[in-house]
Structure formats: C-alpha cells, structure tokens
C-alpha cells in the first residue's frame, strides 16, 4: 500500500527529458510495472495534484503500478519553442523521451482526450514501447470533434477571455458539476495556463489525426468512453475502437469527459484489471464527489449504507443507480462490498441489517 502523501506538491519531484526544441517534464509516484499517462489539454505536474479529483485518480492507480506522468509539449512545466503548431510527431518524440530518462522500456500508455490520438501515433511508430494502450474519452481527427467555425470560435473566446472559455468548457467536460465542483475546476484549470497557453495548446488539439496510424497499432487496446461524454461524443469513441485492430470498447455510464470526474472509481477498475492487476488486489477510491466520508467507527462506508436503505425499500440496482447517479455496476460493487464486510450471505442480511442499525 502506497500512502496518500506520495501524492502531494510537497513530495513531487520534476524531473527533465529533451525531446528536440522540448524540454519535457515528467514526474512518478508507485512501484510496479509501469504506467505512462501522456499529457493532455492544458495539464501541469504540480498544480494537477492540488485538484483532489486527479490527485485521488493518481493516487488510486499508484497503489498498483509505478505511474508516470509528464506535461505535454506546448504544457504545464514543459518548455516549449512556439516557432510554429506543437505537432503529432512533437508529442511522440516527448513520450519516446519520458520513457527514455525514466529508463523504461515498454509501459501501458493511458491516454484521455487528446491524449489518445498522440498515444495511438505512439503505439502505431514504437509498438515495442507499449505494452497496452488505455484510451479515455478518445477520438481519432480533432477536426470531426465539432464544426470548423464552433472550433475557430471556441479558440477566439479561450484566448480573449480564459474565465468566460473555462466556464464554456467546464459546462461540456463536467456538466454534472455542482457549483463547488465548477468554482474548483475553473480555479484549476486557470492555475494550470495563461489563456494565450491555453488556446494555442486547443488549435493544436483540434489538428490531431491518428486515421492512418490508428489501423496499425499492435498492442493490446482498452477504449473506454462515457454514454452521455459531451465533449467527445460516444460515436468518436465506438470509431477509434473499430479503428484499432482488436480493440475493446467499453462504454460507461455518465456525463463527465474526463477519467477523474464523475464516477471515477468505475473507470479506474476498468483500467487496472486490463493493465493486469488481479480483481481480487484492487484497491479503488472512488473521487471525494462520489460518496460521502465514513465515520470512521462504521463497519460499511456511508455510501454503501446509502445503497443498502435503498434495497431494503425494495429498490433494484437499476433503480439505485438513477437516484444516485451512479453506474449500475459501481451500485452492485457496493453492495457486494457491504455484505463482505457484514459477513452476511445475501443483499437481504445486508439490508436488513442497516435497517436494525440506524445511524
């Protein structure tokens, strides 16, 4: 077990690779067969970390694999030449370097956004670098992602107004958010860029294209993708898994685009049982938004109390899950933790027990 404070600014130590005209930025936490995340839109190692949804997500996966993690060329603490548009071919050589200093030679890459069509030009050009190619949120061409004009206006306003752009944004990427989950996110997001950063680092989003690359990735390939994604819609996501030879699609309830929002827990389970880590080891904590804190006397969390006053009114999973807002399979995890825990053998001892024991 890895302790949380591993995962934290105090602790994070920056280290370098040079890719070309980049000086990359990379940093890791864990131990383990090792897991690349390659950077996305607008990403920064430090202050990344001070946003409990994607410390919590980092931290999940370092109890279970040494984690590295870089800011992409055009990002974060990467400095980077502006001579002209940060290229596909920019990105690849950044995640050869990273791979390079961290002196490993093949790793699972986990890709979200605009990460994948780097990730897959990755897997493609060096497919004896990845081992497994996790891919969240994914789409081939940035240009299918909306109109030409949608695009070219969505830059224009990120660059003449970040406030205005970040709220526009975080009402597509996490438009389930309550008020306090979108004052956090746009207060990362503007800590993570200046608004010239950030529209640049979009242009170069929207020129992505890993059509041609996409056909001839060899590794092993898990394409996960939310059913109400806004961002990149679930038909991006079901073309980069028919594009990529023996891919897998997994779809997912939820709204959120991004892999540690909304129900994170479910996609991290779904990430590290592909990456080899046996079911029986995972140890997942779901995002803070996701459930409320256990006291710390109570032999089941609150949520899987939550859960099981439910059943006990008679609730089906299905239905738990819409007045939760949780996927059907995170709703049947938490009640099969809870029996565990109780010892009890059947959902019925489970409830019946909550029931006999209020809060």
């Known amino acids: 077990m890895f302790h949380t404070d591993l995962v934290s600014r105090s602790s994070t130590t920056i ?3 040079w890719s070309g005209s980049d000086d990359v930025a990379w940093t890791e936490v864990g131990e383990g067969d090792p897991i690349l995340i390659g950077g996305w839109w607008m990403s920064h190692l430090v202050h990344d970390l001070e946003y409990e949804p994607i410390r919590g997500f980092i931290d999940a996966l370092a109890r279970h694999r040494r984690v590295i993690r870089m800011d992409a060329p055009g990002s974060g603490l990467t400095r980077s ?16 370097a990273v791979l390079d200093a961290a002196g490993v030679q093949s790793a699972t890459v986990l ?7 780097v990730a897959i030009e990755f897997a493609a050009s060096h497919p004896d670098r990845v081992s497994g190619l996790i891919l969240s949120g994914a789409y081939l061409r940035g240009a299918d992602i909306a109109p030409e004009g949608d695009r070219d206006a969505l830059v224009d306003l990120v660059r003449r107004s970040w406030g205005v752009g970040g709220r526009v944004m975080s009402d ?27 529209a640049e680092a979009l242009a170069d989003v929207y020129a992505l294209d890993a059509t041609a690359a996409a056909g001839t990735v060899r590794a092993p390939t898990l394409v996960l993708h939310r059913r109400g994604d806004r961002a990149i819609p679930l038909a ?11 891919a897998e699609l997994r779809i997912l309830e939820g709204t959120a685009h991004h892999p540690w929002h909304g129900d994170s ?9 592909f990456a080899g880590v046996d079911a029986a080891e995972l140890d997942v904590v779901e995002a803070s938004q996701e459930r409320p804190a256990s006291r710390p006397d109570a032999p089941i969390s609150d949520r899987e109390r939550q859960v099981l006053l439910l059943v006990a009114q008679g609730r089906t999973d299905a239905q738990i899950a819409d007045e939760l807002y949780l996927s059907v399979h995170t709703v049947h995890r938490h009640v099969a933790n809870a029996r565990r825990k109780l010892g009890v053998p059947s959902r019925a001892a489970a409830a019946a027990w909550v029931t006999a024991h209020p809060d």
Not at 177 to 186: F, I, N, P
């Open 265 to 273: 827990g479910t996609l991290l389970r779904n990430a590290l049982e």
């Open 15 to 17: 280290r370098r690779a």
């Open 111 to 117: 890709a979200g956004s605009s990460g994948a069509p």
């Open 172 to 198: 597509v990427f996490f438009p389930d958010a309550t008020g306090e989950q979108q004052r956090a996110y746009l207060r990362h997001q503007r800590a993570s860029g200046s608004s010239e950063a950030a």
């Open 236 to 246: 991006l996501g079901a073309e980069t898994a028919r594009a990529v030879p023996g």
């Open 81 to 96: 030449s502006r001579g002209s548009s940060i290229t596909v071919e920019r990105h690849v050589a950044a995640l050869g």
